[in-house]
């Protein structure tokens, strides 16, 4: 089956640690994104990806840093710089980017840092 | 920057009945995805609207984007407790944004 795998599900850490979040997938897109969901905020975007060996920041990538070594992974770094890391993170994919792309799911990681 | 305001904020219906959000864009939208989320899940898309007066019908949700393509509504007919979640609006002209989100309670 294809999709988008995150793990863990929960994670916990301790503050001033950095911590990275694991992004896979294996529908062939080109494009990846990162979102980070708090309550009645919505989802906003913190980094994407257009293809391999690129990335751009989104609205709120303060605090975050992203890599695209290969098509089917994009983790994504909190950095103890990041000030209000507890939160639930999305990852998704598109075939490309753009509005005229829908994109895809992962199941989230929850993030608390205590 | 473009902004997508849904409303109602959250809505709790009895079963069986009918509900309508709304999604509106502060510009003209190339396109319109509707996802809905289950708490502490990853999205499910739903339905992807592109043309002004669109119209687009999966099992019991209706999705409309009006002529000018500006707002979007989301229709459930018969609702049932299945239905309940968070349904998101996400769209826009040069870049995809979201909007906050509708929070549904379906009671038995």
């Known amino acids: 089956d294809g999709g988008i795998t995150q793990s863990p599900k929960y994670l916990f850490r301790k503050e001033g640690q950095n911590v990275t979040l694991s992004c896979e997938q294996n529908l062939n897109h080109d494009a990846m994104y990162w979102y980070r969901q708090d309550p009645g905020q919505g989802l906003r975007l913190i980094y994407y990806?257009?293809?391999?060996?690129?990335?751009q920041k989104g609205d709120i990538a303060e605090g975050y840093s992203v890599s695209r070594e290969k098509k089917e992974s994009f983790p994504l770094t909190v950095t103890s710089a990041q000030k209000n890391p507890t939160a639930f993170y999305l990852c998704?994919?598109?075939?490309?980017?753009?509005?005229?792309?829908?994109?895809?799911f992962g199941p989230g990681t929850r993030l608390t840092v205590t | 920057s473009q902004e997508l305001e849904q409303s109602p904020q959250s809505l709790i219906v009895q079963e069986g009945k009918n509900l309508t959000i709304n999604c509106t864009s502060s510009k003209t939208l190339y396109g319109l995805y509707w996802y809905k989320q289950k708490y502490g899940e990853g999205l499910i898309f739903l339905m992807m609207?592109?043309?002004?007066?669109e119209e687009k019908s999966h099992e019991k949700i209706t999705a409309k984007l009006d002529e000018k393509k500006q707002q979007s509504s989301l229709h459930i007919t018969a609702s049932q407790p299945s239905h309940a979640g968070i349904y998101l609006c996400q769209g826009g002209s040069e870049k995809l944004v979201f909007g906050k989100g509708m929070k549904l309670t379906v009671n038995p």
């Open positions: 998704a994919s598109s075939i490309s980017s753009g509005p005229g792309y829908e994109q895809y």
């Open positions: 990806s257009q293809i391999v060996n690129d990335f």
């Open positions: 609207l592109q043309k002004g007066g």
